[in-house]
């Protein structure tokens, strides 16, 4: 094929159409690619070619591009262009049937767009998960089905050991390696089985209200520790299990400075209290590197490092982990066999077919380019159509950005929110998220989830509908 693709396609794209114009073109290009019509090891016409060609914008052509190369049909070369690949993802070879599990559409039907904090969802590998996941139980054995570690599954837990080991210097190996549903669950285990009598749960106020409950459900007292912009403060006149997200506090995000967390264990080790490092959203960086993990720090002594899939793969996959020091594993291990008895396999199964390909690895690094400059586009047009009204805190990381309002005379958040919502914005608010200390008004606003040609349309929804309200 030496003449220009450009100049053979004959397709058309619709600005009215059910899905977004980087949806229709990625679909387009894509079953072209997969019918023949494209053949491999074809150079694609550059963005702005296409988009010249097809009248739209040139930003479109990029973004269908770059989902093209993350999914597998196209790739690049450095000096020469983006090219059709040799081969294509060989879950789609089925004799001409179509691919199912094209990105979600954008608009205000996804359930995500009502929560702060959501990473892309539109962006997740649908065929790549399912191709791995079939392929994990065409090989499932008979004792496999009998699975009863409470521990988790053991190659599953080996993944997640070399995981962290690398990316976020953990001092572990996969002995202590805990798979729990989730924090919550990982907390309220952690405190019915470690904790004394005279141990509170220590928590950063404000924080996440779902940990408040795990708490509140341990029957243990519960001590708010203020924090700065350094994070947690020092507990005064008090021990027991302090749970702190040092990475990227919530929902501030605020960073914690090696100095801060020296403070912390120093007082954990002279208390004999634990620590349990919530690593909230550390993967999601966009500028610099991340300081260590406490537990990192600490070496596994004092500190209990805790994360979950929720961000990386999707909210409703429900699997995260714990990472216990060795002399606390029997404790917890007999209280988790009382009450659990084992985590479940299926999706622990899928998991580590999907980490074990690296598909995981890329599906991460994929991510934090995405949420990266969503991010950017978020901060510049919401600064453009709302900065009069609210300042964003600065953030190099993380899934939400937190705005709070310039005057009294806008009103509460609760309001506010409600309003970003109906502008399909997922937003939280501030203030829900203090206990003792005085709360704030403000927003948790997420970005991530958000198609990067649906952003400016949204806040300028947003700002219409707050300022025809508030008459300012």
Known sequence: MKNSIADLWHFSLSPAGQHTLQEQLHDQIRDQILSGTIKPDIKMPSSRMLASRLGIGRNTVVYAYEQLVAEGYLETRKG??????????????????????????????????????????????????????????????????????PMGYYPLRQNIAEYLQASRNIKCNHE????????????????????????????????????????????????????????????????????????????H???????????????AYETESLILEDDYDSEFRYSGRPLNSMQGLDGGK??????????????????????????????????????????????????????????FARHIRKLRKIHGRRQKTFIELFTKHLGDLFALLPSDGGLHLVATPHSTVLGKDTRWCELAHNAAIGAAPLSQCFRATSKKHGMLLGFADIPDIDLEER??????????????
């Open 253 to 267: 995000g605020y960073t914690m400075p090696h100095g801060r967390r020296a403070e912390l264990l120093k007082w």
């Open 459 to 472: 806040l300028k929804k947003f700002s219409n509908t707050i300022r025809s309200e508030t008459d300012y």
């Open 302 to 359: 004092r500190v209990i490092y805790g994360g979950t899939f929720s961000k990386t793969i999707f909210p409703a996959f429900r699997l995260g982990y714990l990472v216990i020091p060795k002399h606390l594993i029997e404790p917890v291990l007999t209280f988790r066999k009382a009450i659990d008895s084992y985590p479940g396999l299926v999706n622990q199964l899928s998991l580590h077919a999907f980490m074990e390909s690296g598909e």
């Open 80 to 149: 020469a262009g983006t090219f059709s690949c040799h081969k294509v993802p060989d879950e789609f070879l089925n004799a001409g049937e179509p691919a199912y599990s094209s990105p979600l559409p954008s608009g205000n039907t996804a359930s995500s767009n009502l929560h702060s904090g959501m990473a892309a969802l539109d962006q997740f590998p649908h065929e790549i998960w399912t191709k791995y996941t079939n392929k994990a139980w065409r090989k499932v054995t008979k004792q496999q089905l009998h699975h009863d570690d």
């Open 176 to 251: 202590q390696i805990m798979i729990v549903s989730g924090l919550q669950q990982g907390l309220f285990i952690l405190s019915k089985s470690l904790l004394h009598s005279d141990d509170q749960i220590i928590l950063e106020d404000p924080g996440y209200y779902g940990l408040v409950a795990s708490a509140q459900a341990s029957g243990f007292p519960i001590h708010n520790l203020p924090i700065d912009t350094s994070g947690a403060t020092l507990p005064k006149q008090t021990k027991g299990l302090l749970v702190t997200s040092p990475s990227r506090q919530y929902p």
